[in-house]
Structures are given as structure tokens and as C-alpha cells.
């Protein structure tokens, strides 16, 4: 899991993993930033190769989503589109811990609840 808890953590993540949107987002994160120049973000398939997920710590949100991030000279990415502790899984599979439970949503009937799932 890779943990972007602010802007430095984002850059490094596209300066690794660097795809180049610029035509892309140009016009709306000039919008939004006032910034001219090259726009990237991580390549979330080369990413997966060494990554199941990547979660945005509610700090990390909160000091870096919608400001430009310079990556490199003349280069910025946005973090845009996330929420405060979201995580994108990038894997089909995530590993679990010996610790894990697995839980089911009983909507069946007027209450809702979850319950351990039971282990046949």
C-alpha cells in the first residue's frame, strides 16, 4: 500500500511513476491552480505492479488536494477527484491479515446489520 499522507508523497509517487495528461487537464486545472505548464499522474498500471493500493490520508488531503504540485521543473500534478481516506485498489486481490474477518450485510429485514460470516 502506498500512503500519500501530503503533497510531497503525491510527487514522488508521479515522479516514479509519471503518465503525461497535459492535453488532458490543461484547461481544467489552469482553471483551477492558475498554472501553466506540464500536468502528469501516477501511471496506475506500471503502479500496480508494485503497489495492491494507494490511500489519501485525511492529512494528506487536506494539505494537498486541489493545489498544484510541482513533480519536477516544469512539471505539476493535481491530486483531484479523491476524498479525505480513500484508497484505490489497483489489484484484484488484497492480502489479508491472519486477524481478518469477513462480514455480510443482512438487509433481509427491517433491521440492518452486519455479521461475522460464518465459517463452513
Known sequence: MYEVDGAQAWAALCRRF???VTAQKRHDWYRATGRTG???VPDWAR???EYS???LTVAGY???AGAAIEVEAGTAS???GWAPDETYWLTVTA???ADSVA???DDSGEDVAWAEESQH
Open 18 to 20: 509519471p503518465v503525461e
Open 103 to 105: 462480514l455480510l450485510l
Open 62 to 64: 487536506l494539505a494537498a
Open 47 to 49: 503502479l500496480a505492479d
Open 78 to 80: 493535481v491530486i483531484a
Open 53 to 55: 493500493g494507494v490511500h
Open 38 to 40: 506540464s500536468w502528469v
Open 95 to 97: 492480502e489479508l491479515g
